[in-house]
């Protein structure tokens, strides 16, 4: 085993597991704000699997992201979803764009429960999921964000 070197803290893409409600939280910060249409969202039944494609926005940049602000393409996926329920979203319009605010778990029957992701605009996505499994991971390379501005974001 060899230790870490200087070179390994290069910018590299995120890829990401949660676990647990705390594991949740850390993607949760880093998808805050993130956008995305209302068609980039998939649940794939019979592979229990619930899916979305992000322009989620760079917070993990610290001090440089108020510099050069940046997004980057993410896909932010969910296993062992057994049902899916939506409020406040209207998908039929392809023009519909959604904003991630929040990802949080609630406990039903250890270790099942409901994923919670609430949007802007008083929308919400409930996952009913048999156990917290979700993956983060960016599938582009980081752009210019267009409003070329840094969200408000509680540090």
Known sequence: MTDA??????????NLGALDADDLQVISSLCQDAVLPAAEMKWERRAHRFALLLNRFRWEEGPARAVSPERVQSVLAFDTVTAVASNGIYRG????????????????E????????????DGAIRLTVEAVE?????????YMAPSKKTPDHPD
């Open 93 to 108: 319009d392809a023009d519909t764009v959604l904003s991630l605010l929040s990802v949080t778990f609630e406990p039903t």
């Open 110 to 121: 250890a270790p099942a429960g409901h994923i919670l992701l609430t949007l802007a605009g």
């Open 134 to 142: 979700a993956t983060l991971k960016d599938v582009t390379k980081p």
């Open 5 to 14: 070197r200087f070179e390994d803290g290069r910018e590299a893409p995120l």
